[in-house]
């Protein structure tokens, strides 16, 4: 089972990025998939999730309005579509699945390798 993570980059505040998840190895039929990120210092903080079998999502309330979890099925992916990048939102994004509906890292069972986004003032 593997969780590739993509599309990290340095943009300038203000700017977009879309990172992408792209699952292997298994279904997740019935599963969340979630994207956290971890600043330098700091833990690891939820960030959006997405129903894998009907697409109900879920967002922290510091990218409401400016993020936008989707999945594509017939690809296996997940993306996080990154607007209005503010510089507070530099760090390390992991994309994860888990069989609840949760934001603590802890019930997710598989987890891809993160990405670096890093947004420049």
């Known amino acids: 089972v593997q969780l590739q993570a993509s599309g990290g980059g340095l943009v300038q505040a203000g700017g977009s990025l879309r990172l992408s998840c792209s699952a292997s190895?298994?279904?997740?039929?019935?599963?969340?998939m979630g994207w956290f990120r971890q600043a330098p210092g700091k833990e690891r903080e939820f960030v959006a999730l997405?129903?894998?079998?009907?697409?109900?999502?879920r967002y922290a309330d510091f990218v409401k309005g400016r993020f936008t979890i989707s999945r594509d099925i017939t690809k296996n992916t997940v993306s996080l579509q990154m607007n209005t990048l503010k510089p507070e939102d530099t760090a390390v994004y992991s994309c994860?699945?888990?069989?609840?509906?949760?934001?603590?890292?802890?019930?997710?069972?598989?987890w891809g390798q993160g990405t670096q986004v890093t947004v420049s003032s």
């Open positions: 994860a699945a888990s069989r609840v509906a949760v934001t603590g890292p802890l019930q997710y069972e598989y």
């Open positions: 997405i129903s894998w079998n009907v697409g109900t999502t």
């Open positions: 190895g298994r279904t997740f039929w019935g599963y969340y």
